[in-house]
């Protein structure tokens, strides 16, 4: 069997290459799962919804470049039950669980703890699928069932939710024998605030502002993928000048993240030299941005239709100067920061997925081309502007802390050339059009490459202008599991720096 | 080494002066003046992400660069509640996260300052309240200084945490910047253009 014969079923309704949709039965969403497998395609997105006169639905879509496909699995027998495809994607596991916590849809996958529900509602309740919740209960804590290793000297390590640094919460169980760790085991849904069910409260034409604040630091990635799927349900053509803004401010959003990651880093290996001279450079990157473009993290900056706003001569080339800068000085630190001896010591051989395990994991993003999955979405499946930018991809092989923080550099580095070739060569022309409600019952997909990964956002179109669902899938749920075995056999003092060279997002794995 | 010092100089000093406390961002009491005496020259913060989208957090990192320096005011972030003078705490307060501040805040010892940073912080912002979400932190514990913003700003957070240490704005005039009295400032209090 393979994905070729699912390919003659499947419909082509988005104007955009690459793009397939597909319905198949439930007995048959096993087989499609192990053909996507097999063809070396990655499960990006998962979620339940209830599809008008048919029912309950299980939608997922997958990347086999140079092709996504958008999979609907009727489920309309009423059991509330799908197959699960948890041996074939790990990482659909969590994402079975949260399907069931949300939706009420339970897989076949024998591991039924809850993973997005703790104690804020009933287990039989469905934030997405029960009209009415029940009132909250007065908050007693619940009882995870965390794995337990037995042995002698093994002992508990608990972390969280509230950290020690300025992180988002979540709760990590060590196993530890002295100061190996044998098993870390995270348990998250902490930031959990309802995100999906607010959006069916949203009209369609506002739903990007949510989408912008499913997390803070994807901001772009989320907006334009929550517009890239309303704009090819109503069939919006963005003008140039719009979608070449929308790839400057996705880049100018890689490159202040990779800064603070590169100086948080520095600081985690024992170098607050770094931290202190990457957060300048992100500082100063930040007030160019708040010159050119109005803001400095630019949450509200993409909409439906195009741009919020237009970019000036006088703003392009402050933007211009302060990146020239940038990518002098980043130069000068990145030699600092191979000719340190402490810290090559901390960062090589660190917190290691070899690349045969991210394959079978299904890494995706930035951790997935620091392990040798070369997978990126503006050079795999180019939605345009990407299309016309010629983008060169950066993988490397270790799999370690440094091979993470070697990916940064050389995306930054990327990124800075990506953006003044958009300065360059940005047409001329308006930077947005009119917005448009889409059909009752539409349902589009929009897919960017944000710094993290792969940005997912599902949405469909309810009545009189309502969202009728909105999944946005971040990439961090593919790479979360894979830090789990990153730790295995490091000591407890190095997962700080693992955990901040994945860089992984709560709530936007949390909703 | 040679780099790493020859960077450092190239440098120099970037920090710039700290901005006024911004009385309007305060709804609690004003700070009786021993209590103020006691917190005002070295204030330990325990930040808690109580269910925020990130935003925010990335203001407050920036607190720590080394343009608006927090530390070289005397103010820092503590790894413990049981260390803190004051909580900085973003919302909307997710109900999974409910308790888990409540016992952060009944870990930070008394006298205590809580700011509130951000719209949902202040009001739930886009969230609202819902099934998952309480919204505004002042829903969960007693607030001193809301911060408005979406995310706010460094110099916005910093106005508002000297607002929640402050008595009232005539007795801003004798607070300095400590940054300013650092040895080796020839460059004055501004931040250097970057050249390529």
């Given at each position: 069997?393979?994905?070729?014969?699912?390919?003659?079923?499947a419909?082509?309704?988005?104007?955009?290459?690459?793009?397939?949709?597909l319905?198949?039965?439930?007995?048959?969403?096993?087989?499609?799962?192990?053909?996507?497998?097999?063809?070396?395609?990655?499960?990006?997105?998962?979620?339940?919804?209830?599809?008008?006169a048919?029912?309950?639905?299980?939608?997922?879509?997958?990347?086999a470049?140079?092709?996504?496909?958008?999979v609907?699995?009727?489920?309309?027998?009423?059991?509330?039950?799908?197959?699960?495809?948890?041996?074939?994607?790990?990482?659909?596991?969590?994402?079975q669980?949260?399907?069931?916590?949300?939706?009420?849809?339970?897989?076949?996958?024998?591991?039924?703890r809850?993973?997005?529900?703790?104690?804020?509602?009933?287990?039989d309740?469905?934030?997405?699928?029960?009209?009415a919740?029940?009132?909250?209960?007065?908050?007693?804590?619940?009882?995870?069932?965390?794995?337990?290793?037995?042995?002698?000297?093994v002992?508990?390590?608990?972390?969280?939710?509230?950290?020690a640094?300025?992180?988002?919460?979540?709760?990590?169980?060590?196993?530890?024998?002295?100061?190996?760790?044998?098993?870390?085991?995270?348990?998250?849904?902490?930031?959990?605030?309802?995100?999906?069910?607010?959006?069916?409260?949203?009209?369609?034409?506002?739903?990007?502002?949510?989408?912008?604040?499913?997390?803070?630091?994807?901001?772009?990635?989320?907006?334009?993928?929550?517009?890239?799927?309303?704009?090819?349900?109503?069939?919006?053509?963005?003008?140039?000048?719009?979608?070449?803004?929308?790839?400057?401010?996705?880049?100018?959003?890689?490159?202040?993240?990779?800064?603070?990651?590169?100086g948080?880093?520095?600081?985690?290996?024992?170098?607050?030299?770094?931290?202190?001279?990457?957060?300048?450079?992100?500082?100063?990157?930040?007030?160019?941005?708040?010159?050119?473009?109005?803001?400095?993290?630019?949450?509200?900056?993409?909409?439906?239709?195009?741009?919020?706003?237009?970019?000036?001569?006088?703003?392009?080339?402050?933007?211009?100067?302060?990146?020239?800068?940038?990518?002098?000085?980043?130069?000068?630190?990145?030699?600092?920061?191979?000719?340190?001896?402490?810290?090559?010591?901390?960062?090589?051989?660190?917190?290691?997925?070899?690349?045969?395990?991210?394959?079978?994991?299904?890494?995706?993003?930035?951790?997935?081309?620091?392990?040798?999955?070369?997978?990126?979405?503006?050079?795999?499946?180019?939605?345009?502007?990407?299309?016309?930018?010629?983008?060169?991809?950066?993988?490397?092989?270790?799999?370690?802390?440094?091979?993470?923080?070697?990916?940064?550099?050389?995306?930054?580095?990327?990124?800075?050339?990506?953006?003044?070739?958009?300065?360059?060569?940005?047409?001329?022309?308006?930077?947005?059009?009119?917005?448009?409600?889409?059909?009752?019952?539409?349902?589009?997909?929009?897919?960017?490459?944000?710094?993290?990964?792969?940005?997912?956002?599902?949405?469909?179109?309810?009545?009189?202008?309502?969202?009728g669902?909105?999944?946005?899938q971040?990439?961090?749920?593919?790479?979360?599991?894979?830090?789990?075995?990153?730790?295995?056999?490091?000591?407890?003092?190095?997962?700080p720096?693992?955990n901040?060279?994945?860089?992984?997002?709560?709530?936007?794995?949390?909703? | 080494?040679?780099?790493?010092?020859?960077?450092?100089?190239?440098?120099?000093?970037?920090?710039?002066?700290?901005?006024?406390?911004?009385?309007?961002?305060?709804?609690?009491?004003?700070?009786?003046?021993?209590?103020?005496?006691?917190?005002?020259?070295?204030?330990?913060?325990?930040?808690?992400?109580?269910?925020?989208?990130?935003?925010?957090?990335?203001?407050?990192?920036?607190?720590?660069?080394?343009?608006?320096?927090?530390?070289?005011?005397?103010?820092?972030?503590?790894?413990?509640?049981?260390?803190?003078?004051?909580?900085?705490?973003?919302?909307?307060?997710?109900?999974?996260?409910?308790?888990?501040?409540?016992?952060?805040?009944?870990?930070?010892?008394?006298?205590?300052?809580?700011?509130?940073?951000?719209?949902?912080?202040?009001?739930?912002?886009?969230?609202?309240?819902?099934?998952?979400?309480?919204?505004?932190?002042?829903?969960?514990?007693?607030?001193?200084?809301?911060?408005?913003?979406?995310?706010?700003?460094?110099?916005?957070?910093?106005?508002?945490?000297?607002?929640?240490?402050?008595?009232?704005?005539?007795?801003?005039?004798?607070?300095?910047?400590?940054?300013?009295?650092?040895?080796?400032?020839?460059?004055?209090?501004?931040?250097?253009?970057?050249?390529?």
């Open positions: 069997m393979s994905l070729a014969r699912w390919m003659d079923r419909t082509h309704p988005q104007p955009a290459a690459g793009f397939a949709a319905e198949v039965k439930p007995g048959e969403w096993r087989e499609l799962a192990q053909d996507v497998a097999a063809a070396s395609g990655k499960l990006l997105a998962l979620w339940g919804t209830n599809v008008a048919q029912g309950d639905a299980l939608r997922a879509v997958f990347v470049p140079p092709r996504a496909l958008l609907t699995v009727a489920l309309g027998d009423g059991t509330r039950r799908f197959p699960g495809i948890e041996d074939v994607f790990p990482s659909a596991s969590r994402m669980r949260a399907v069931f916590d949300l939706s009420g849809l339970r897989s076949t996958d024998p591991d039924t809850p993973w997005l529900r703790h104690a804020a509602w009933p287990a309740a469905f934030p997405l699928s029960t009209d919740m029940p009132p909250s209960p007065r908050s007693p804590l619940d009882d995870y069932a965390f794995v337990r290793v037995e042995g002698d000297g002992h508990e390590i608990a972390v969280g939710p509230v950290h640094g300025i992180i988002e919460p979540g709760h990590f169980r060590f196993s530890v024998v002295g100061e190996k760790v044998l098993r870390l085991e995270e348990h998250l849904g902490y930031v959990h605030k309802g995100i999906e069910r607010r959006f069916t409260e949203m009209s369609i034409l506002d739903g990007h502002r949510l989408a912008a604040r499913v997390s803070g630091d994807s901001a772009v990635a989320f907006s334009w993928a929550y517009c890239e799927a309303l704009e090819r349900m109503s069939a919006i053509a963005v003008p140039g000048r719009g979608l070449m803004l929308r790839a400057l401010a996705l880049e100018l959003e890689r490159i202040g993240n990779h800064l603070g990651d590169l948080a880093l520095g600081n985690d290996g024992g170098f607050a030299f770094g931290l202190a001279q990457f957060s300048r450079l992100k500082e100063l990157l930040l007030r160019a941005i708040e010159q050119a473009l109005g803001q400095r993290y630019l949450f509200d900056f993409i909409k439906p239709g195009g741009a919020h706003r237009d970019l000036a001569a006088e703003g392009a080339a402050t933007l211009g100067r302060c990146l020239d800068g940038i990518e002098a000085e980043a130069r000068v630190l990145r030699g600092i920061y191979e000719e340190h001896t402490g810290l090559r010591d901390r960062f090589a051989g660190t917190g290691t997925v070899l690349p045969e395990l991210a394959a079978w994991l299904g890494l995706v993003g930035l951790p997935a081309r620091a392990s040798g999955q070369p997978l990126d979405l503006r050079i795999d499946l180019p939605q345009p502007p990407y299309d016309a930018l010629d983008v060169h991809r950066c993988v490397q092989h270790d799999g370690d802390v440094l091979a993470r923080v070697n990916i940064r550099f050389d995306e930054l580095v990327e990124s800075l050339r990506l953006v003044r070739q958009i300065l360059r060569t940005l047409p001329a022309g308006a930077h947005a059009v009119p917005a448009r409600v889409p059909d009752t019952g539409s349902v589009g997909v929009g897919l960017v490459e944000g710094w993290r990964g792969p940005v997912v956002v599902g949405l469909e179109a309810g009545p009189d202008g309502a969202i669902r909105c999944h946005p971040d990439p961090s749920w593919h790479n979360w599991p894979a830090l789990e075995h990153a730790v295995i056999g490091n000591i407890v003092p190095d997962f720096l693992i901040k060279s994945f860089n992984l997002s709560y709530s936007g794995h949390d909703l | 080494m040679l780099k790493t010092l020859q960077q450092i100089a190239r440098t120099g000093m970037v920090t710039e002066a700290l901005p006024p406390p911004a009385d309007e961002m305060r709804v609690g009491e004003a700070l009786e003046a021993r209590i103020l005496e006691l917190l005002g020259r070295a204030l330990c913060i325990r930040q808690v992400d109580a269910g925020s989208c990130n935003g925010c957090e990335l203001e407050i990192h920036a607190l720590g660069n080394p343009i608006y320096s927090l530390e070289s005011a005397g103010i820092r972030f503590v790894a413990s509640p049981r260390h803190a003078d004051l909580l900085l705490v973003t919302g909307p307060v997710s109900r999974h996260m409910e308790v888990a501040l409540r016992r952060t805040y009944d870990a930070t010892p008394d006298p205590k300052l809580v700011v509130a940073v951000g719209d949902c912080g202040a009001c739930g912002g886009i969230f609202g309240e819902g099934y998952a979400s309480c919204g505004a932190v002042s829903n969960v514990i007693p607030v001193d200084v809301v911060v408005p913003g979406c995310p706010p700003a460094p110099t916005r957070i910093l106005a508002g945490i000297l607002a929640a240490i402050s008595r009232s704005p005539a007795q801003l005039g004798s607070r300095t910047n400590p940054a300013r009295h650092l040895p080796g400032d020839r460059h004055g209090m501004r931040v250097k253009a970057l050249e390529p």
